[in-house]
């Protein structure tokens, strides 16, 4: 129905039937240091991309400021605004000569320069330069009339959203808008993770309205979780392990922690409520993979839904030569034909059990890499919850003495979690915001990084995205 305008940000475009309508008023509301500046810049260079003409209006920010720290993104604004695509107006000191001429001066520009796309940052300013709010409605009907309409350029106005109120503008041009667009940051855990949020776009039906974003290189968009891409018996290239560590099979893990999984060292791995088993395994997946094709064994205790079969199937798929290198074990007693039952009356038994499996597989050159579903020997083993305290020390302490490499996960609500925890070496959080699945790490403290599975059919590792 209407003519798209591209964003210059695919994963947004494909939320929005392919970009903004064309000629429209876009607000892009939000609180200071949102990236709203970061966004607007790289919506105008995509045009200039495409052979729309720009302009960027700005009462905020100098034009040497906008210009180092867009290029910082790799957008190259100099070069665009010597081909004549791209032009910057400073109004930082005009303001004083009126805002309906400053108002006109735009409109000259915008029909003078035949620019496609028009950003303005902010309204806000424009507004507070005038007493009354009719003027302010004035202006964004002389922008709305010759702008918009007449010379048919796609704009965004900006609007700055003080912190902490709920407001997005003046209670106007948030109704007059075609469309608004909110950025925010919330902080969890003491990270800033930022979002942005579609609450409204004339004529389009919206796919998802609220979208994780970083600015880490460019304002990039991160791509929700998608368990049709999870398990599909993705293969992952091979990282070599050096003397000290063996590789996750992710670069970016590795870099987090120090060079990969330190030998006879535990790792917590705490699982939010809200992360699916098949995220869990396809975060787990390429550590495994790692580990067997570098020739080391591995042993598994599902975590609580995860059913012994359904793991050996995924690894099946991703880790053809797993097999033989690998054991996963059983305790909810319907384990197939290659599980081992780790039934019990008590959790001794399963433990030991596990070790005598363990010592039979384990080859003594090579390393073990045990993965626990903690939650599951809980959930199976309840009343014998001292006497599993107990075992995570045993079993840490003989990880450790061997040199191997233990992977406990758990859940928030675990009873296990501070005794793991107080035990750990590393201690890793995943958790899921705005579907997007986030790793942090908590013991060594890190900002919270997407993940990105590869997409299907590569032959590349999950990537880890820096957001907060
Ligand atoms: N390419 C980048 N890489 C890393 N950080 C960036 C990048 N671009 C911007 N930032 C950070 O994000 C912050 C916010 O970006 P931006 O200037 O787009 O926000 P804004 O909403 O326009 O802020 P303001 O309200 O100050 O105008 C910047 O101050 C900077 O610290
Ligand atoms: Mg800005």
């Known amino acids: 129905m209407f003519q798209r305008v591209p964003t210059g940000i695919?994963?947004?475009?494909?939320?929005?039937?392919?970009?903004?309508?064309?000629?429209?008023?876009?607000l892009v509301a939000g609180t200071p240091g949102s990236g709203k500046t970061a966004f607007s810049a790289r919506f105008l260079y995509e045009g200039i991309i495409k052979g729309d003409r720009g302009i960027y209006v700005?009462?905020?920010?100098?034009?040497?400021?906008?210009?180092?720290?867009?290029?910082?993104?790799?957008?190259?604004f100099a070069k665009a605004d010597e081909a004549g695509m791209f032009l910057y107006?400073?109004?930082?000191?005009?303001?004083?000569?009126?805002?309906?001429?400053?108002?006109?001066?735009?409109v000259d520009a915008v029909l003078d320069f035949k620019a496609s796309r028009l950003v303005i940052d902010s309204f806000s300013a424009m507004a507070q330069a005038v007493p009354e709010l009719i003027e302010a409605r004035s202006i964004l009907h002389t922008i709305l009339g010759k702008i918009i309409r007449q010379a048919e350029c796609t704009t965004l106005l900006i609007s700055e959203v003080p912190v902490g109120t709920s407001r997005l503008g003046l209670g106007i041009e948030e109704?007059?808008?075609?469309?608004?667009l909110k950025f925010t940051q919330k902080e969890i855990d003491g990270r800033v993770i930022r979002n942005l949020v579609i609450l409204k776009l004339r004529g389009t039906k919206i796919g998802r309205r609220e979208h994780m974003f970083t600015l880490d290189g460019g304002f990039r968009m991160l791509s929700?979780?998608?368990?049709?891409?999870?398990?599909?018996?993705?293969?992952?290239p091979v990282i070599k392990n050096t003397a000290s560590h063996s590789s996750t099979g992710i670069n970016g893990l590795d870099t987090i922690l120090g060079g990969g999984l330190k030998r006879g060292s535990h790792i917590l791995l705490e699982v939010g409520e809200d992360v699916s088993s098949t995220s869990l395994m396809s975060f787990l997946t390429p550590i495994i993979s790692n580990t067997v094709k570098s020739g080391d064994q591995v042993i598994c205790i599902p975590v609580n839904g995860m059913y012994p079969e359904e793991l050996q199937e995924t690894l099946r798929k991703s880790v053809p030569e797993g097999p033989a290198s690998m054991q996963v074990f059983d305790i909810t007693g319907r384990g197939g034909p290659n599980t081992v039952d780790l039934g019990g009356a008590t959790v001794l038994q399963p433990f030991d059990m596990f070790w005598k499996t363990a010592k039979k597989l384990r080859k003594p050159e090579n390393r073990l890499l045990s993965?626990?579903?903690?939650?599951?020997l809980e959930a199976r083993y309840a009343k014998d919850l001292p006497a599993m305290q107990g075992l995570i020390i045993e079993t840490i302490a003989k990880v450790r003495n061997a040199g191997d490499i233990m992977i406990s996960i758990a859940r928030p609500f675990s009873n296990t979690l501070r005794e793991l925890a107080s035990a750990s070496d590393v201690h890793l959080r995943l958790a899921q915001y705005d579907g997007v699945l986030c790793?942090?790490?908590?013991?060594?403290?890190?900002?919270?990084y997407g993940v990105s599975l590869p997409d299907k059919g590569a032959h590349a590792q999950i990537e880890l995205v820096q957001v907060s």
Request: proline share 6%; hydrophobic share 40%.
């Open 10 to 26: 695919p994963e947004l475009d494909d939320v929005i039937e392919g970009g903004l309508p064309k000629a429209g008023l876009f």
């Open 58 to 76: 700005s009462f905020a920010e100098g034009r040497d400021a906008f210009f180092s720290e867009t290029a910082r993104s790799g957008l190259d």
């Open 89 to 106: 107006m400073d109004l930082l000191t005009v303001k004083n000569e009126g805002i309906p001429a400053v108002t006109q001066s735009i």
């Open 175 to 180: 109704f007059v808008a075609d469309g608004v």
């Open 224 to 236: 929700p979780f998608d368990s049709s891409q999870a398990n599909n018996g993705h293969s992952y």
């Open 371 to 376: 993965i626990i579903g903690f939650d599951a």
């Open 439 to 448: 790793l942090l790490g908590v013991k060594p403290r890190t900002d919270y």
